[in-house]
Structure formats: C-alpha cells, structure tokens
C-alpha cells in the first residue's frame, strides 16, 4: 500500500497501524476505540471518520499486522528456508505474543466479521507463496508440499506462542529443510531415471 497520498489517507494509515499495534500487544477485545484514539492522538469523532466502525478498524489494523516478511531474491529453496529464518527472529523478539492472524481468528468468533475475511485472505496468500516458490523449483505436487510447509510455519508460531520460546521455529526450519531437500532429490532422480529410459529408446 503506497505510503504517502496526502495528509487524509497519512492519518487514516497512522490510525490503523497504531490499532494493529495495540490489538496485538493486548488483545481487540480489551481494546477499545478510545484507547486507539488516545494513542493515536486523534480524537474519536476523527477516528470514526475514517473507521465507521471497530469492526472496520480490526479489518485495517489486520491488513497491517504483517510483522514477517519473505525473501524477495534468490533460488525457491533459498527464499523457503529464508522465510523460516525470518520466523525464528520473530520468535526471539521481546514483543512477540504469537501470529496475529491466528490471535485474531481466536478473538473473532463472527465468521462473518470482516477481521476474520481478512485473517482468511492473509493466510491463503501465504500458503500460496509457499506453492510457487515450490513450482518455480520443479517440484511434483507443489500444492501438497506447499500445504506441508504452511501447516509446519503456522504450527510453529502457535507452538511458540504457547510455550514462549523459538524452539518451534528453530524446528519448523530443519523440518522444511528436510522437506524441501527430499523433494528435490525425488524430483533429480526422476530426471535420472527420464533421462536414461530416453537413451535406451535411442539406441
């Protein structure tokens, strides 16, 4: 989302980024409207005026609560364990209280609250990241080792959330590695064995 259209949109992007910061230091539900206002510094008819509602504002802050971000350079199995990696530091930081997706899906009980659609498309585009970098390696049944991966990161953050510690993601990151490395192996040996069939009918 590009960050500078003008002062309007500046204060709507700051509301909403203090929102996700709170909401996910102390909870959406112990957190009110007025607190979002005070830290924000606005008043609540200003916060209002972008945000109709506080379910609109959970939707905002969501879309803003990446607080991970994958590796944009390198070969697919380089940008995987990459992303692991980038979970480990996030396990280790001192704010770290889990996935705020995962948080937020256990708050919003509404499956039709517009935070849960959010929480949804967030995470769909996660796995989805994990499918093609699969596929960009050549690797048979993307989508199944795709799906292994994400569940192996999401069990992680839930893991690690729960017992406080980066264990989970130092593990979830040797897990995938071995996943990764088996599939590539699978997808050599299979070329191999392409590869000769195709001389034998040759001769």
């Known amino acids: 989302m590009p960050s500078h259209r003008g002062p309007a949109n500046d204060l709507g992007e700051h509301i909403a980024r203090i929102a996700a910061q709170l909401f996910y230091s102390e909870g959406i539900h112990k957190t009110g409207v007025d607190r979002v206002a005070a830290e924000a510094n606005v008043s609540k008819r200003t916060l209002y005026r972008y945000y109709s509602s506080k379910e609109d504002l959970v939707a905002a802050a969501l879309r803003r609560s990446s607080l991970l971000r994958f590796p944009t350079d390198g070969l697919p199995a380089d940008r995987i364990r990459g992303a692991f990696e980038a979970l480990v530091t996030f396990t280790r930081t001192e704010t770290f209280r889990g996935c705020p997706y995962i948080n937020a899906a256990a708050e919003l009980t509404d499956v039709r609250h517009p935070g849960r659609e959010v929480v949804v498309k967030i995470t769909t585009r996660r796995r989805e990241w994990f499918e093609a970098r699969v596929a960009e390696a050549g690797v048979a049944n ?12 999401d069990g992680a953050l839930a893991n690690a959330s729960k017992r406080n510690i980066e264990t989970p993601a130092t593990a979830a990151l040797a897990a995938a590695q071995t996943l990764v490395a088996a599939a590539l192996m699978q997808k050599r040996t299979t070329h191999r064995s392409r590869t000769r069939q195709n001389m034998r009918i040759v001769r």
């Open 142 to 153: 993307s989508e199944g080792l795709a799906e292994q991966l994400d569940v192996l990161f």
